[in-house]
C-alpha cells in the first residue's frame, strides 16, 4: 500500500469533466487505455449548473451530443443548462468513466519523465495530462470598474443568475456578444430600462426554425464552423487569430433586431467612469443603478507550471498536442482545431485526435491493476 505522501500512479490525468474531458475519456476507454478525470465541482455537469437561471444552449439537441450518446430531446428543442448538466453526468456513468469529482488542481509540474498534479486532496503522477478546460476561468473585468459609485450593483455574468440580483433602476450591460445580449433582453423584459455597450460582434444569417433555416443552420454548423473554418484552410488560417483576440461568436437568438424590438438602447462602447458613473466613448455618461460584465475571462492556466505558454498567454500547441512538452495535451481551447472547438458538437473531433496521440505514445492498453504494477 503507498503512503499517505506518495502519489498516485494514472497513465494519464485528465482535468475538468465537462464536455471536452468527458469526450476525451470515452475515446481513450474505446482505446483501453488507464486514466482518471478530475471535476473541481462536486457534481459533473456542475459548470453548466451554475450559469444563470434562464439560459439555454445556444444551439439545437441535434448539435447537443458527445459521441456515442445523443442527447435525449427533441433535435430541434434548445436545452436548458440544467438539461445539458444532466446529459453530462449520465455520460460520465453511461462509459462508466472514472471521475473523482470535487479536487481541484493547484500544481503541475514535471518529474523526471512524468508529471506530477496535485490537488487540494491528493496527488498524482502520470505519463499523459490533458489539460480539458476553457481559457474561461477567471472573470475578466476593466480596470475602471473600481471607479464606478458603491451604489452601483455590478455582476460579471458569471455571477449573474436572475433578476433578484438587480436593484430598481436601469442596467447597463457592458459586452455585446450572446450572453450579453441575452442577459440585456432579459432585464429589459423584467421592466429595467437597458443599455448595451460593446463592439459588434455580427449575428448568423438566420433564425432557427423550419426546413431552410435547419438547412442552412447544419450548413453553418456542420460545414462552415467544423469543416471550413480549420487550421488546414487559408480562411481558417485568417480568421483564427481574429477569433483568438476577440473569442465572441457572432449573436444567435438575441440578434440587434429582437434587442431593438424589446427596447434595449444600443450605445457606445464603455471607455471609463465619470462621477462614479459609467462613461461612454462618446463622452455620454448614464445614470444607471446596475452594470453586468459580459466581458469575458481570463485564461486561469496560473497553477501550470511548465513553459508552454506564447506572450499572450495562450498554450503553444499542434491540434492540442503540446510539442515542447511530451505528454501534455489541451482540449476544449478556442479554435484548438476549428471555430467548433469549443461547440459541444465539434470537441470530439478534437478529443479523438488527442485520444489517438496518447495511445501511440503509450502502445498497447492495460488495466488499472496492470499499469499502476508496470510502473511501480
Not at 433602476?169 to 432579459?186: D, H, K, M, Q, W
Not at 483576440?245 to 444567435?252: E, G, Q, R
Request: charged letters at 20%.
Amino acid at each position: 500500500m503507498r503512503g499517505s505522501f506518495e502519489p498516485e500512479r494514472v497513465e494519464t490525468i485528465i482535468i475538468g469533466a465537462g464536455q471536452a474531458g468527458l469526450s476525451v475519456g470515452y475515446h481513450l476507454a474505446r482505446r483501453g487505455r488507464h486514466f482518471l478525470v478530475l471535476e473541481a465541482n462536486e457534481r459533473v455537469g456542475d459548470s453548466w449548473r451554475t450559469r444563470w437561471d434562464s439560459l439555454r444552449l445556444f444551439t439545437p439537441a441535434r448539435y447537443d451530443s458527445l459521441d456515442g450518446m445523443a442527447f435525449p430531446s427533441a433535435p430541434g428543442y434548445f436545452p436548458t443548462k440544467d438539461e445539458m448538466g444532466d446529459y453530462l453526468a449520465s455520460y460520465a456513468a453511461q462509459f462508466h468513466l472514472p471521475v473523482r469529482t470535487g479536487e481541484t488542481v493547484t500544481s503541475l509540474t514535471r518529474d523526471g519523465d512524468r508529471y506530477l498534479v496535485v490537488t487540494d486532496r491528493a496527488r498524482y503522477e502520470a505519463k499523459h495530462v490533458v489539460v480539458a478546460m476553457a481559457t474561461f476561468q477567471r472573470p475578466r473585468f476593466p480596470t475602471f470598474a473600481t471607479d464606478l459609485g458603491p451604489s452601483i450593483v455590478q455582476l460579471h455574468s458569471s455571477e449573474y443568475r436572475n433578476l433578484t440580483q438587480l436593484q430598481p433602476g436601469g442596467v447597463l450591460v457592458v459586452g455585446a456578444g450572446n450572453s450579453g445580449a441575452e442577459l440585456a433582453l432579459e432585464a429589459v423584459r423584467g421592466g429595467h430600462e437597458t443599455w448595451i455597450s460593446g463592439r459588434d460582434v455580427g449575428r448568423i444569417p438566420f433564425r432557427f426554425g423550419g426546413l431552410p433555416r435547419t438547412l442552412l443552420t447544419r450548413v453553418m454548423l456542420r460545414f462552415v464552423f467544423h469543416r471550413l473554418m480549420t487550421i488546414d484552410t487559408p480562411i481558417g488560417r485568417r480568421v483564427r487569430p481574429k477569433m483568438l483576440a476577440h473569442a465572441t461568436a457572432p449573436l444567435i437568438r438575441a440578434t440587434p433586431d429582437v434587442l431593438t424590438a424589446a427596447g434595449v438602447q444600443r450605445v457606445a462602447r464603455t471607455a471609463g467612469a465619470r462621477e462614479g458613473k459609467p462613461l461612454l466613448e462618446d463622452g455620454r455618461v448614464l445614470d444607471v443603478a446596475n452594470v453586468i460584465w459580459c466581458t469575458g475571462f481570463e485564461p486561469g492556466f496560473s497553477w501550470i507550471e511548465l513553459p508552454v505558454f506564447d506572450a499572450n498567454g495562450e498554450p503553444r500547441h499542434d491540434r492540442g498536442v503540446v510539442r515542447d512538452e511530451p505528454g501534455l495535451y489541451f482540449v476544449g481551447l478556442h479554435f484548438l482545431y476549428a471555430m467548433s472547438s469549443t461547440m459541444i458538437h465539434g470537441v470530439g473531433r478534437d478529443a479523438n485526435h488527442v485520444a489517438e496521440a496518447i495511445a501511440g505514445r503509450t502502445g498497447t492498453g492495460s488495466t488499472t491493476a496492470e499499469y499502476v504494477a508496470a510502473t511501480a
